[in-house]
C-alpha cells in the first residue's frame, strides 16, 4: 500500500500525559500537512512542512503542540500535558510539489483525553 | 469566522435521482476549490477539483459548478447510487497563502437511499 499511513490508529490517554503521532508520506511528496478534526467540523490546519521545513503553524498549535519532519520523510506531531480539548481526530496529508496537487489523507489518529 | 460554510448539514436522495450539494465561501483570495468524502474511520478521499479560471469540472458522474460572483460552489452527483452515501467535505485553498493548505466546510452528509 502507498498511501498515507498514520500510527497509532487509536491513542486514550489520561489529562496531563504527553502523546506523540506518526505520519509517513507518500514517498515521492514532499509537502505535509497536519490538520485536526473534532466531532461536527471540518478538518481544521494545524501545520505545514516543505521537505524538513515547517513553513507555516497556524494559531490553534499551541506551545504545547510541536511538529517535526525530520529528513524530510516521515512526520511526527507531539502534544504535551494533554488537555481534554485536544480530543480530537488528528489527520495528516501529503501533496507533491507541483501547483495544486490534491492532497491524500491518511486514516488519522483519534485521540481521547481522559 | 467561517470562511466555507456548507449550510445543510444532511441531505437524502433516492438512489437514481440527483443530489446537490452546497458550499459558500466568503474569501475573494480563494483560487482552488475541491470536494473530498470521508466515510467513517478514514480519512477524507479526494473527489473533484476546479480552478477559480473554470466554472464547471466534470468527471464521470461527478460535476463541480463554481460561481465567482456568488462566492457559490456545488457538487452534482447523477445518478446517486448508495455507495455514495458518505459525508461531504468542501475545501478552497488560496495560491497566495504559498502553503496551499485547505480550508474546510462543516459537511454534508449525503444519504443515497435504495
Known amino acids: 500500500d502507498t498511501g498515507v499511513s498514520q500510527d497509532p490508529r487509536h491513542k486514550i490517554t489520561k489529562r496531563g500525559q504527553n502523546v506523540t503521532f506518526r505520519c509517513d508520506p507518500i514517498?515521492?511528496?514532499?509537502?505535509l500537512y497536519w490538520y485536526r478534526q473534532t466531532l461536527g467540523q471540518g478538518p481544521e490546519f494545524l501545520t505545514y512542512?516543505?521537505?524538513?521545513?515547517?513553513?507555516?503553524k497556524s494559531r490553534l498549535l499551541s506551545d504545547r503542540f510541536s511538529a517535526e519532519r525530520p529528513k524530510g520523510s516521515f512526520s511526527t506531531l507531539e502534544i504535551q500535558r494533554t488537555e481534554q480539548g485536544d480530543s480530537a481526530m488528528y489527520l495528516c496529508?501529503?501533496?507533491?510539489?507541483?501547483?495544486?496537487?490534491?492532497?491524500?489523507f491518511g486514516p488519522g489518529t483519534r485521540l481521547t483525553v481522559l | 469566522d467561517q470562511q466555507v460554510k456548507q449550510n445543510s448539514p444532511s441531505l437524502s436522495v433516492q438512489e437514481g435521482r440527483i443530489s446537490i450539494l452546497n458550499c459558500d465561501y466568503t474569501n475573494s483570495m480563494f483560487d482552488y476549490f475541491l470536494w473530498y468524502k470521508k466515510y467513517p474511520a478514514e480519512g477524507p478521499t479526494f473527489l473533484i477539483s476546479i480552478s477559480s479560471i473554470k466554472d464547471k469540472n466534470e468527471d464521470g458522474r461527478f460535476t463541480v459548478f463554481l460561481n465567482k460572483s456568488a462566492k457559490h460552489l456545488s457538487l452534482h452527483i447523477v445518478p446517486s447510487q448508495p455507495g455514495d452515501s458518505a459525508v461531504y467535505f468542501c475545501?478552497?485553498?488560496?495560491?497566495?497563502?504559498?502553503?496551499?493548505?485547505?480550508?474546510f466546510g462543516t459537511g454534508t452528509r449525503l444519504k443515497v437511499l435504495a
Open positions: 475545501a478552497a485553498s488560496a495560491s497566495t497563502s504559498g502553503t496551499y493548505k485547505y480550508i
Open positions: 514517498s515521492e511528496h514532499n509537502r
Open positions: 512542512f516543505q521537505n524538513e521545513a515547517q513553513l507555516e
Open positions: 496529508a501529503s501533496s507533491a510539489r507541483t501547483g495544486y496537487d490534491e492532497q491524500f
